[in-house]
């Protein structure tokens, strides 16, 4: 027999046991969902934590001692489905899971960002609402309260950098502050070490930025024995050195910036990365969306325990849904918070199924906004 034949017949009979597998997997799924039915006439829980380790550790007492692990995650995965499944069954309301949409603001727009002239929430802002009024404010949560108490349609802050990841902070105002995600965009960024005009390089003692552009340009300032200030933002940065009109003092800005302040640029480009480009989200007091609405982001909790945010993401997997990206923060009492964005739209019915069933694993389930991501990207 050649190998073919021998692969050939062995693969109809990885078909047969598949087939079988199958079959016993539906009639395990159709007991499942009779067990939800009483779960739900008694409201009790839909998982059962000792049950659940009953199971595993008896599929493992029974099985082949060579494939051990093997039988304990494919039980684990099984079980999980099954949780997966009942809670389907149990939380497929017809609540909606975002209020309706509001109507966009068209005229007369107030944006607020965070930061003094020339910063970069200021670019951002400009690219996604080049007539608005731009009222600054001194922090990002000052941006959250005026768009919390109406004091401005939009605003306007920063969530993401290409090079140092997620800005934890903006993260944790959205949920404090209940704000939805109306839009977002990319701004290149490009960082340079700016002085006042009689400075050189050699002069430098003390460089002044944000923290995320001192991140930013840490390879450049580990060369220089400098010491690093933060400060709120690098055009506040700016300003400061110019205020002081120190030569010792320098600041990583933007070019904007510092012809705006009257400095100089002494070293141009010191980013880490030449591809250096941070994300700014829009928020606003309520959603939103439309049809052509393709980005969704929500934020959950999960019980501390072992599987439970796979669990939460497999309400995803199973309806073939693209998460873009996942960051996580700490919460109370050693847990953590979850933020997600999923490629889609809230109205697709295959999108708003996988949220209902997620929402049913998670201790805590909002969506922050269903919103589109502007394709200009501007510079500064």
Known sequence: MSYKEEMKELRQEINSLDDAMLDTFGKRMELSKKVAVIKRNYNM?????????????????????????????????????????????????????????????????????????????????VSLF??????????????????????????????????????????????????????????????????????????????????????????YLQNHPWEQTACRNTAVAAQKVAEENDKKKAAISSVFAAELYGLKVLAPDIMDSASNRTSFVVIAKQPEYDETSDLISVTFSTQHRSGALCETL?????????????????????????????????????????LRHAAACSEYFEVLGCYSCSNSEGSV
């Open 130 to 219: 080049p007539d608005a009024e731009l009222k600054t404010v001194s922090h990002f949560e000052d941006v959250f309260t005026a768009v919390k108490n109406g004091d401005v349609h939009y605003g306007v802050v920063p969530i993401e950098n290409s090079e140092t990841g997620a800005i934890g902070e903006t993260y944790d105002l959205l949920r404090k502050y209940g704000c939805y995600i109306v839009g977002r965009t990319w701004i290149s960024i490009r960082q340079n070490l700016v002085g006042t005009t009689d400075a050189e390089i050699s002069d430098i003692r003390e460089v002044l930025s944000h923290p995320e552009g001192l991140k930013q340009c840490s390879r």
């Open 314 to 354: 497999m309400a995803f997997i199973a309806d073939n849904l693209n998460l873009m990206r996942i960051e996580s923060r700490p919460a109370a009492s050693g847990k953590y918070r979850f933020f997600v964005e999923i490629q889609g739209n809230i109205n697709d019915s295959k999108v708003l199924s996988a």
């Open 45 to 125: 829980a839909v998982q059962d934590i000792d049950r659940e380790n009953e199971i595993v550790k008896r599929a493992v007492q029974n099985c082949n001692p060579e494939l051990k692990s093997e039988t304990a995650l494919l039980m684990r995965n099984i079980l999980a489905l099954s949780c997966e499944y009942q809670n389907r069954l149990l939380f497929s309301g017809d609540a909606p899971m975002l209020p309706a949409s509001g109507t966009p603001v068209t005229e007369n727009i107030i944006c607020a960002h965070q930061g003094v002239r020339g910063a970069w929430s200021e670019q951002a802002s």
